[in-house]
């Protein structure tokens, strides 16, 4: 089945360890996104790749980065994990860019900051 | 400031009966407005989509309403199910993303 995918489910890193989050997809969209979402909160759009476009949200820290080295691949990097930084990252896609288009979620990844 | 405010507080209904959920936002001006489904520790689930010159959408069970004056779209599951027990999401378009709401916990017992 046709089908975003996130590795890991979990994953524990400690205060300032570099981290990455992977997502793919077979679905052959073309944009891909990341979302941060707390505990009982919204997500929060980080940021989003229209094919090879990299689009940052304004209040995503610089902590954050991101990286699409093809149309299935979408990488989230934290370079310094702060305690606040735990939270469920959830990868995104849809066919196109807009508020009319279905985004089809992940699984997430739960962080754990230790 | 932009808000979109649906009801914190679960909703607890029993089953067989309707449950409506709302979702009101204020200085946006969305021209499409989504509803999703999140399941604990699970990624959102689409469900429907509702455009601003329709007043209604319906799913099965599901149906949707969206009042751009009162700036309200209203979410009903008629014949409500205990596996309808969720986290309801609604999300409005804004400049080409979307933007989601907190989402109302929703609790259907038998």
């Known amino acids: 089945d046709a089908m975003v995918i996130q590795n890991p489910r979990y994953q524990v890193t400690q205060f300032g360890k570099p981290v990455t989050l992977s997502c793919s997809q077979t679905?052959?969209?073309?944009?891909m996104y990341w979302y941060q979402q707390k505990s009982s909160q919204a997500p929060k759009l980080l940021f989003h790749?229209?094919?090879?476009?990299?689009?940052n949200e304004a209040d995503t820290p610089d902590n954050f980065q991101s990286r699409r080295p093809n149309t299935s691949f979408c990488f989230l990097d934290i370079r310094s994990p702060g305690l606040g930084d735990a939270a469920m990252y959830l990868c995104?896609?849809?066919?196109?860019?807009?508020?009319?288009?279905?985004?089809?979620f992940g699984p997430g990844t739960r962080l754990t900051v230790l | 400031s932009q808000k979109i405010e649906q009801n914190s507080e679960a909703l607890n209904i029993q089953e067989g009966k309707t449950a409506t959920l709302t979702c009101n936002y204020t200085?946006?001006?969305?021209?499409?407005l989504q509803w999703y489904r999140q399941d604990p520790g699970r990624g959102p689930v689409f469900l429907l989509l509702i455009r601003e010159n329709e007043k209604e959408k319906r799913k099965e069970r599901l149906k949707v309403t969206f009042d751009t004056t009162l700036k309200q779209s209203l979410f009903h599951i008629t014949a409500s199910q205990p596996a309808d027990s969720a986290t309801y999401l609604c999300?409005?378009?804004?400049?080409?993303?979307?933007?989601f709401g907190t989402g109302t916990r929703l609790q259907v017992f038998p």
């Open positions: 995104a896609t849809s066919r196109e860019n807009g508020g009319d288009d279905t985004q089809y």
């Open positions: 679905l052959n969209h073309n944009v």
């Open positions: 999300a409005l378009e804004n400049t080409d993303k979307l933007i």
């Open positions: 790749y229209y094919d090879k476009d990299f689009n």
């Open positions: 200085n946006y001006s969305p021209a499409y």
